[in-house]
């Protein structure tokens, strides 16, 4: 159980908590002494909350160890990931409204390119948007499979979901994506005895599917990865006392957060603005909100250092919207660096503002940005210890011991 001593600690209370994660927000200077894209965006608006709180940085999993945003945001939740190890398979179908139960094997599909000798000339079928994915994922989902029902959900452009239900499935597959253009697709291999059957099945659907796709154009084939089932995780209210929601905007924060006990917020636009407009909206029903910007990684992943600035820079501009309902505790970090240097995740610790107004201490560093929050009041620990930060700082944990 994540933070299990807490239970015993946890005190009623009307108090309310923002965690914003900026997807990938850590990064680096393009050159040593430089500005880091956090130091250089312009954000008076953080910088204030900088000056009027506690800076620290987080290790997502531990020193060294790159995470994926899974992991990842696991750990935000204060749930230690090299325990919690949920396949992105069950994230993403969760995160697309698929009903993922335990004892399902779900996968993340995505339609490829296969070149006449079957090998993979691209991995992601041109990334095919959306409207032509569509009926592709309308024919797989016409596949049938005797003794499981399967469920086919598109997620976004050239990528989807696969769920099969039926008995004695368990999901320990190797992916069949060999992640390298010039090979075939690989077989969904068992790692485990227990997992045989629900292999052989997925090597059926996929026979089936190969069949479907060959004579398309871009997308005539396709490849499975993340293997996983419903793990069972704690729940939030459970855990901490929250009545937790999630804002954000792709499928698979949508998805970890409904498996850790979140109601996922439904909005309209895709904006930091529009994000804040909806925390603001459900305010009243909430104890603690998970506020989640994907642009801030993906802009990183693109190598786009100025393009990542300006992500941060609209955070803040918008970031007024959640200053203004008066959350006792606001906690924005990231789960992961993505340096725009690297154009890649990262190890390196991730910077994070802590602001209480009423139970916080002030540190002396005035300004939201990778220096100062290594010389923060807060130090660097590790990213499962935000929530008992948050739930302190939010008057709601009693004294331990007597
Ligand atoms: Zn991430």
């Not at 790692?191 to 871009?218: F, M, N, T």
Request: aromatic share 6%; proline share 8%.
């Amino acid at each position: 159980m994540p933070a299990d001593y807490l239970k015993p600690l946890l005190r009623e209370s009307d108090s309310k908590i923002v965690l914003l994660i900026l997807d990938g927000l850590g990064g680096l200077p393009v050159q040593a002494g430089g500005p880091t894209e956090l130091e250089a965006a312009k954000t008076p608006v953080m910088d204030r909350l900088a000056a009027e709180g506690t800076l620290g940085q987080i290790v997502p999993i531990r020193p060294g160890v790159t995470p994926g945003s899974g992991p990842a945001h696991l750990a935000l939740f204060g749930y230690d990931p090299l325990t919690y190890l949920v396949g992105r398979g069950a994230l993403e179908a969760t995160g697309v409204g698929v009903d993922v139960r335990p004892g399902d094997v779900a996968a993340r599909g995505n339609f490829a390119t296969l070149a006449l000798d079957g090998t993979i000339s691209d991995r992601r079928a041109g990334r095919i948007p959306t409207d032509e994915a569509l009926p592709l994922v309308e024919m797989l989902q016409a596949i049938e499979i005797p003794d499981v029902r399967v469920q086919v959900k598109h997620v976004k452009e050239y990528r989807f979901a696969v769920v099969m239900r039926g008995e004695g499935l368990s999901p320990e597959i190797e992916d069949t994506d060999p992640l390298r253009t010039g090979l075939k697709p690989l077989a969904p291999v068992a790692r485990d005895k227990a997992s045989e059957k629900a292999a052989g099945l997925y090597a059926q659907w996929i026979a089936k599917a190969q069949e479907v796709l060959k004579d398309q154009p871009k997308a005539n084939g396709m490849t499975l990865r993340g293997f996983g089932t419903d793990p069972r995780l704690p729940q939030y209210q459970d855990v901490y006392g929250l009545k937790a929601a999630c804002v954000a905007v792709y499928p698979m924060y949508k998805g970890v957060s409904k498996l850790v006990g979140m109601d996922v917020a439904k909005f309209e636009g895709e904006s930091p603005q529009d994000e804040f407009n909806t925390v603001a909206d459900i305010w009243a029903d909430y104890d603690f909100q998970f506020c989640h910007v994907k642009k801030t990684d993906s802009m990183g992943e693109d190598g786009n250092f100025d393009g990542k600035v300006a992500v941060i820079e609209g955070v803040d501009a918008a970031l007024q919207t959640v200053l203004d309902m008066q959350p006792d505790v606001l906690v924005i970090t990231g789960d992961h660096s993505t340096p725009a240097r690297m154009k890649y995740h990262s190890w390196h610790p991730v910077p994070l503002l802590l602001w209480a107004p009423e139970r916080g201490l002030r540190d002396p560093q005035t300004a939201f940005g990778e220096r100062a929050c290594a010389a923060g009041g807060l130090g660097t620990f590790p990213a499962t210890d935000i929530m008992p930060l948050a739930l302190a700082h939010a008057g709601r944990l009693d004294k331990f011991g007597a």
